[in-house]
């Protein structure tokens, strides 16, 4: 199985930055296609952006220009870097991958979420 953990969420101001981290560990083969989700309160889940491991990446529309998504393959890690952050960007933040499993089979897996708020 695979254990994701995401880090690096906090209260920031309006204009200001973050940069998430999504470690993921356990019976990895590769890491595959990866994305960030968020979820803010009485909202539904929405995707945010993603990554190929390639390294081809795309983006939703409210961040395009502010989020940069990067990945490190050596270290099994994906990286949300948030710039220019505005109020309706407060949500949870979801890391999301699919992995190659040391048994070859294929499976995702979703992390617990972290935490960003954005003041005005």
């Known amino acids: 199985q695979v254990q994701l953990v995401e880090s690096g969420g906090g209260l920031v101001q309006a204009g200001g930055s973050l940069r998430l981290s999504c470690a993921a560990s356990?019976?990895?083969?590769?890491?595959?296609?990866m994305r960030w989700y968020r979820q803010a309160p009485g909202k539904q889940r929405e995707w945010v952006a993603g990554?190929?491991?390639?390294?081809?990446?795309n983006y939703a529309d409210s961040v395009k220009g502010r989020f940069t998504i990067s990945r490190d393959n050596v270290k099994n890690t994906v990286y949300l870097q948030m710039n220019n952050l505005k109020p309706e960007d407060t949500a949870v933040y979801y890391c999301?991958?699919?992995?190659?499993?040391?048994?070859?089979?294929?499976?995702?897996?979703w992390g617990r979420g972290t935490q960003v708020t954005v003041s005005s």
């Open positions: 990554a190929t491991r390639g390294g081809s990446t």
């Open positions: 999301n991958g699919d992995f190659t499993l040391t048994t070859r089979s294929s499976v995702g897996f």
């Open positions: 356990g019976s990895i083969f590769s890491m595959n296609d």
